[in-house]
């Protein structure tokens, strides 16, 4: 078995300790819907082929369809937002407005993540 530098045996077909990737798949796009995938994995910071491969596991692991992702998302967005008030009231404290839109941001970015792993471990 080949071997690097540190002596390490390295399995053949393998690369930094994972399986190689040598199946494809493709589909055909619009100009219009490939310019909209270029945009999308270009502001994620990756090629369009990584940005592709992310996307369609992480819908397999989640095993969510789009609209029980969304419904969740909102679901859980609410409870968080809930939560988070009824906290500070409860402890007597006034959330400024600013604060307060802060935290419906940061909801905003953390729902649909927290809907996916809340989905993925349902399936566990």
Do not use: C, H
């Amino acid at each position: 078995m080949p071997t690097l530098d540190t002596e390490r045996p390295v399995k053949r077909g393998s690369l930094r300790g994972r399986e190689s990737r040598n199946q494809t798949l493709s589909t055909k796009l619009t100009e219009t819907e490939y310019r909209t995938v270029e945009n999308a994995s270009a502001a994620d910071g990756k090629t369009t082929g990584e940005w592709l491969r992310d996307l369609t596991l992480r819908s397999l692991r989640s095993g969510a369809n789009d609209t029980e992702l969304i419904a969740l998302s909102e679901i859980v967005g609410v409870r968080l937002l809930l939560v988070n008030v009824l906290r500070s009231l409860g402890t007597g404290q006034r959330m400024t407005a600013e604060a307060f839109d802060k935290l419906v941001n940061e909801i905003g970015a953390t729902k649909y993540d927290l809907a996916t792993k809340l989905i993925a471990e349902r399936r566990r």
